[in-house]
């Protein structure tokens, strides 16, 4: 079989050969890789999973494959969304997302084993914890029925015709994802019924006329609590100790082990004590029997099932943003088939297709309006409270939600294409992916369970030898309190959750974050470089002037925009639309060509015409008169764009072409500015322009006449002194310095190239997004901070106190019960302190 596949992230032929050595390593490939385009062509005898191709590309340099729009054997749901950077960067990211395939399957909270997912839920077999499922990223359909009248079935939500009852999902919502809170829950409530009685006949026999021993002498109600704490070991609790003994197997020691190895002594030691009282020694032994620790056990795992409930529920809140965003997509749609309007489901929708959106719908695909005109809700996408107004050839966003007019769409963009879809499923990759200060909690929690058994075997040495009588029990307690109270699961959760969250909170403010490195090293700049066209300003230029010294303007405006037609760069399509306003018709042209960072060049009726800046007019050799220089030194001075116009070698004239800058770009920069951040302007306009600008927004410095490469180079320049760079820009000669910088920031208006190079998107495509991301950033390594704070200080007092480490000072001892419940509260402390960033205000 033949497969052809795109490749981004080469940018030389060594990583040309490293691309094609990587991929003919794996078994049963034989692949052909070239630079331009970018493709490899793959020969296999049976499929192999794009997801394989893409881990060996990752770990030979960060490169990413996806199918070719041409390749039709390739099945879409096995694209992967991956942090990849230029061969010449110096950013890493350690996680390769999970393939957009994975939907609705399980995969680790704390991403033991990265990418791996489970189709059932399962527990990790590596830190034992209960597995989280994977958002759906597909839009589903859901039916509504009467819970007294079940035949009444409807696809939205209502009322019952019948008793006028609410109409309820047949399917719940959030029924797959509330399985494991609904499990744990019911395990809970069973560990209850019995834990509460075992509790009350241990707690009555501390006192000295024990109303029980009317009824039953004290070893009859020993073998009474025996029995209640059967069902809280091995049904309500035997989870736990499947997964301490897997850890043990396989060495990947975790809270479940400490939970396991504890509460099994206490229990194993009561049934010895039960049934071979004579073989202990006095020092164990109450009114001459073995103080038995049933009670313990049972309350002890009743309260680590609850920290797991309470971490169920708190886990489905953190993942409420990407919830959020899938409830943003209408599952219907209204198409227009020969001016008759058919409902049907957004699945059927088909690119060209006319659909109807009604006053108050949400669109159902990305695309543009044909006819009507409307006030369109982008809140949800873009942040802003403030609906945007809305007219024919404008474009639309799926899941914003349609004013109080009607008004015809054509789709553009479906399914997995839509910016909608795409946000899903970046915040939903974003959120599984591993900052760097993970890596330090990595190698502390190692080492973390080792040394807590080896805390709990020595505690109990030292009080059997030098504690008061009796002394082996005290030694035998304590040890199960240090046990117990250790947990390393918080220290596990402390970046995961705050990382979640945070990124969601992103989503809905418009900033799109694509990996937690992002999120942890934006904290970290303190040089902005910006573009000019499309980042400070609205990047929608207009021509304000033509000016020839021949008085022929009309002229050299046809000439000018019969060359820009060929060019999809802003300040080409304002030459043409200024040409369509004067009604000129366009001509062919001959030998077009667009040099970067230059201008156009071309032959027009004959004659050679260049269009450019004043570099183009040294490569075409073209005399420029003192007078026209005079003139165009004017325009630039009052911060307008100036194009040369040579005909034949000779420069007859130029275009001014003026772009607002962005209301919100002032106040954006003064803020980045006053957070410590230069914010430097490099632009490819000329000197007098750019410090027009920059006079004007009062930027820490620019640099004018830039091509690309000079981009690159400065940021390379700057990276070598040390300085943590962000690069904002929207368009394809922005794409290699944004892959270069430490963090590329997109104008979310900008060019799919400049949005794949970066690493953070601004949907709105505002500079104002960029103040959004740092106090983001700011905030969630403040909160992650705070998490591994509260995890270290707990465990380190917790340990302390657990020992006895504080008995000869204070006489302060912890009951391993007490310690249970510290021990949950220490994991669900983390999270909810991880949810206050969904109040962030930014």
């Known amino acids: 079989m033949k497969h052809i596949y795109e490749i981004s992230g080469m940018s030389c032929n060594g990583c040309r050969t490293k691309v094609e050595k990587a991929l003919n390593a794996i078994d049963g490939v034989e692949a052909s890789v070239i630079l331009d385009p970018p493709t490899a062509t793959i020969i296999t005898e049976k499929h192999i999973p794009i997801f394989k191709l893409q881990k060996e590309l990752y770990a030979a340099g960060k490169y990413v494959i996806k199918e070719s729009t041409s390749n039709a054997t390739i099945s879409k749901t096995d694209e992967v969304l991956v942090a990849k950077s230029c061969c010449g960067s110096t950013s890493h990211n350690d996680s390769v997302s999970l393939p957009s395939s994975a939907s609705g399957k399980y995969y680790c909270p704390m991403f033991c084993e990265g990418e791996k997912v489970y189709d059932s839920q399962v527990g990790c077999p590596v830190c034992g914890m209960d597995l989280v499922k994977a958002p759906d990223l597909n839009v589903t359909k859901i039916s509504y029925t009467c819970p007294m009248h079940p035949d009444i079935v409807q696809d939205g939500q209502g009322s019952c015709p019948i008793c006028g009852m609410d109409l309820v999902p047949m399917k719940p919502l959030d029924s797959e994802e509330n399985k494991t809170y609904l499990d744990l829950l019911r395990k809970m409530k069973i560990a209850l019924v019995f834990t509460i009685p075992v509790f009350i006949i241990s707690m009555l026999e501390m006192l000295h006329n024990n109303p029980l021993h009317q009824i039953m002498e004290t070893q009859k109600w020993n073998w009474v609590q025996f029995i209640l704490t059967l069902p809280v070991v091995f049904y309500a609790g035997w989870m736990f100790f499947i997964r301490a003994w897997k850890s043990i197997l396989t060495w990947n020691l975790n809270m479940f082990t400490l939970i396991g190895i504890g509460t099994g002594i206490a229990f194993l030691f009561s049934i010895t004590g039960l049934l071979f009282p004579e073989y202990f020694p006095e020092e164990f032994k109450n009114h001459g029997s073995v103080s038995l620790y049933f009670e313990a056990t049972a309350v002890i795992l009743t309260l680590v099932l609850l920290g797991q409930v309470m971490e169920a529920k708190a886990h489905s809140q953190t993942s409420g943003a990407i919830k959020a965003l899938l409830q943003l997509a209408p599952t219907e749609a209204t198409i227009v088939i020969d001016g008759k309007d058919k409902i049907i489901a957004i699945h059927d929708i088909k690119k060209g297709d006319l659909l109807r959106v009604k006053p108050g719908e949400k669109i159902p695909v990305d695309g543009k309006i044909t006819d009507g005109e409307s006030t369109i809700d982008e809140s949800m996408i873009s942040g802003e409270p403030i609906p945007v107004d809305k007219r024919v050839d404008d474009a639309v966003i799926a899941g914003t939600i349609n004013g109080n007019k009607s008004f015809v769409m054509t789709a553009e963009k479906i399914g997995s294409e839509t910016v909608l879809s795409q946000i899903v499923q970046m915040v939903n990759d974003a959120s599984r992916s591993r900052a760097p200060i993970q890596k330090l909690v990595d190698n502390i929690a190692k080492y973390f369970v080792p040394i807590v058994v080896i805390i709990s075997v020595v505690t109990f040495i030292v009080w059997a030898n030098f504690g008061p009588e009796p002394a082996m029990v005290y030694g035998f307690i304590n040890a199960v309190a240090v046990l117990i109270i250790a947990c390393p699961c918080a220290l596990g959760l402390a970046t995961p959750m705050s990382v979640m969250v945070g990124v ?12 937690a490195e992002a999120l942890e090293n934006m904290n970290k700049v303190n040089i902005l470089i910006t573009d000019k066209t499309g980042t400070i300003t609205e990047g929608k230029p207009s021509v304000e002037k033509v000016f020839s010294t021949n008085n022929v303007e009309e002229e050299l405006l046809q000439y000018i ?282």
């Not at 969601?504 to 990996?515: C, D, E």
């Not at 002032?666 to 006053?674: Q, T």
């Open 504 to 515: 969601g909170k992103g989503a809905q403010s418009g900033v799109l974050i694509k990996n």
């Open 561 to 842: 925009a019969s060359l820009n037609q060929y060019s999809e760069h802003p300040l080409a399509q304002a030459v043409v639309n200024y040409a369509k306003t004067k009604n000129i018709s366009l001509i062919d042209v001959k030998d077009f060509e667009a040099i970067s960072g230059k201008g156009v060049i071309g032959t027009v009726e004959n004659k050679k015409v260049a269009l450019g800046n004043k570099k183009l007019m040294e490569q075409v050799n073209s005399k420029i008169s003192d007078d026209l220089e005079g003139k165009i030194l004017i325009e630039q001075k009052l911060g307008k764009t100036v194009s040369y116009i040579a005909v034949d070698g000779i420069a007859v004239g130029f275009v001014a072409i003026s772009d607002k800058i962005k209301a919100t770009s002032a106040d954006a920069i003064k803020e980045l500015m006053r957070q410590g951040i230069e914010v430097i302007m490099i632009t490819g306009d000329n000197e007098n322009t750019a410090k027009a600008v920059a006079n004007e927004l009062h930027l820490t410095g620019f640099i004018a006449n830039c091509l690309p490469e000079d981009k690159l180079n400065e940021i390379k320049r700057l990276q070598a002194e040390g300085k943590i760079v962000a690069m904002a820009g929207d368009g394809i000669n922005d794409a290699p310095a944004l892959a270069q910088a430490d963090i590329g920031i997109a104008m979310g208006t900008g060019t799919d190239v400049a949005i794949e190079s970066a690493k953070i998107t601004l949907v709105k495509g505002d500079l104002q997004g960029i103040v959004k991301a740092k106090n983001l950033s700011h905030a969630v390594m403040r909160n992650i901070k705070q998490n591994l704070f509260f995890a270290f200080i707990y465990n380190i007092l917790g340990i302390s106190v657990a020992s006895g480490m504080l008995y000869p000072v204070f006489g302060l001892l912890l009951s391993p019960m007490i310690a249970a419940a510290a021990m949950s509260f220490s994991s669900v402390s983390v999270i909810l302190n991880s949810l206050r960033l969904r109040s962030l205000k930014m």
